[in-house]
């Protein structure tokens, strides 16, 4: 197919109850260029992608474009297991600018820029940058994916966290009633297995406020295993005064380790600065 505005498509699809098999979809316009082929059924979701989709063509496809400000372009394969999206693979790369995320937390996720690289059962992102409530936040890492789970190794900076933000990922309250008061669904041997999620993240970030009281600069190192979160806490500034220590959760509750310590630190400027300090 071909139009007047300089789009040419050209499709090789079949439709059967309960799947969608497209062999090839093509089509340019100027401004995006893509081969692509999917098979979608009712558990899985199998795409295979190469080329580039700009903001342009999805103005013209989407009535209300929110979701694409900038482009994609990428050569991958994916298959996602409705069921289980975690235990997704992903072979090829894929990058881009621009991206927003709608519904998955309270406000929309912003995708300044990401790159990520699949080979096998490994994932690399690479430089990537988020925003949400106006807070900047940079990733870089490694996933993994095994029969044992998931197994992820992040260094995170970010310029401030804070109340809002640590609530916005939170799951939302109805969200988390609606699955209270639902019942339990009947065993299904079908259903595949979760996977276990494993990992470390290193963040740094220069300014953490929580409950009122701010702690700036904030190093720390998370850890997250099969029955626990330990969070050891390496850099932690309040009113001039070091607060390391470690965090433990886990089925037994809450733990935690905190050694203050001040070194050539004015007593006046730190008693100031905890009077300006707002209580929550």
């Not at 799947?19 to 995006?32: A, P, Q, V």
């Not at 991958?76 to 997704?88: E, K």
């Not at 890492?141 to 990922?169: C, E, K, M, N, Q």
Request: with cysteine; proline share 4%; net charge negative.
């Amino acid at each position: 197919i071909g139009t007047g505005g300089g789009l040419t498509l050209f499709a090789d699809l079949m439709h059967t109850p309960g799947t969608w098999r497209i062999d090839t979809l093509e089509f340019s316009d100027g401004h995006s260029q893509v081969t692509a082929s999917a098979d979608l059924r009712e558990n899985t979701i199998e795409l295979a992608f190469a080329g580039n989709f700009e903001k342009q063509t999805a103005d013209r496809l989407f009535r209300d474009n929110r979701s694409l400000t900038g482009g994609l372009e990428g050569d991958f394969r994916t298959v996602i297991d409705r069921r289980n999206p975690v235990d997704a693979s992903f072979d090829g790369r894929l990058s881009g600018q621009g991206l927003r995320i709608h519904q998955l937390v309270t406000d929309p996720i912003e995708v300044r820029q990401f790159s990520i690289d699949g080979r096998g059962s490994q994932l690399k992102i690479l430089s990537s940058e988020v925003a949400l409530l106006d807070s900047l936040v940079k990733i870089v890492g490694l996933v993994d994916r095994s029969a044992a789970g998931l197994t992820f190794d992040l260094d995170v900076d970010a310029d401030r966290l804070d109340d809002p933000l640590i609530r916005a990922l939170l799951p939302r309250a109805k969200d988390a009633k609606d699955k209270t008061d639902q019942t339990p669904p009947a065993a299904d041997h079908g259903q595949p297995r979760a996977m276990a999620v494993r990992g470390e993240i290193r963040l740094n970030t220069a300014d953490f406020t929580y409950g009122g009281v701010t702690w700036s600069p904030v190093k720390a190192d998370i850890r997250l295993t099969d029955d626990r979160l330990d969070i050891r806490i390496d850099q932690a500034d309040l009113c001039g005064i070091s607060t390391t220590g470690e965090v433990e959760f886990s089925n037994r509750g809450l733990g935690f380790t905190v050694r203050p310590a001040a070194q050539g630190a004015s007593i006046a400027d730190t008693l100031r600065c905890f009077e300006d300090t707002p209580r929550a």
